[in-house]
């Protein structure tokens, strides 16, 4: 056994010679300062990454919270459009079906010019003896949106509208042009229902 015990003993190498000095302690305190040193200057591209990515998450947290804002007021918005339709067909189912637009005195003039400006056409050709072949080529074709809005002075979407309101005058019919495609005509449904 005493030899298993010198063979573990001699195992740990070589005993320290006596002649062996321990570095003094300013040498391990320079070495300490170089070390801290040396880590700083390792560390300072971390600390500068860290410093950015905290003022990246700053700015995102800003937005995340201004999106947040816009999206509750988009969401408001969206509740309140969706209630005014609603009730907009409440409204709708509420009010009678046969319900005649309100024509304003302008609208009304507006009307009754047209039927004078077809019926006056008709009458001059009439009074300058037009062959009768033209004279029913006027009945049948009438005038275009766009030949009463410069004779009016009005635009042709003006016109527009007055054929909806003229569609349900018992004096005016609205068709299509029998020559022209997708055109549209105002013509008078009777020829002497205005005296002219």
């Not at 003094?24 to 591209?45: D, H, M, N, R, Y």
């Not at 030949?147 to 349900?168: E, H, K, N, P, W």
Request: glycine share 4%; net charge positive; proline share 4%.
């Amino acid at each position: 056994m005493s030899e298993i015990a010198s063979a573990s003993i001699n195992t740990f190498g070589t005993s320290p010679k006596a002649d062996f000095e321990s570095p003094s302690e300013e040498a391990v305190f320079i070495k300490v300062c170089q070390l801290q040193e040396i880590i700083t200057k390792a560390l300072q591209p971390l600390q500068d990454a860290v410093r950015d990515l905290k003022a990246t998450v700053a700015r995102q947290n800003e937005k995340i919270a201004a999106l947040e804002a816009t999206l509750d007021t988009h969401a408001d918005n969206s509740l309140i459009q969706l209630r005014l339709i609603n009730s907009l067909r409440e409204d709708g189912h509420k009010a009678p079906e046969s319900a005649a637009p309100v024509l304003t005195k302008k609208t009304q003039d507006h009307i009754t010019e047209i039927a004078h400006i077809l019926g006056a056409k008709e009458k001059r050709l009439i009074e300058g003896q037009a062959a009768r072949p033209y004279v029913d080529k006027l009945r049948k074709e009438g005038m275009t949106f766009s030949q009463l809005a410069t004779v009016l002075g009005l635009t042709v979407d003006r016109i527009r509208q007055l054929s909806r309101i003229a569609a349900t005058d018992q004096r005016f019919n609205i068709t299509w042009h029998p020559r022209k495609k997708n055109t549209k005509i105002i013509k008078l449904r009777r020829w002497d229902a205005l005296g002219l």
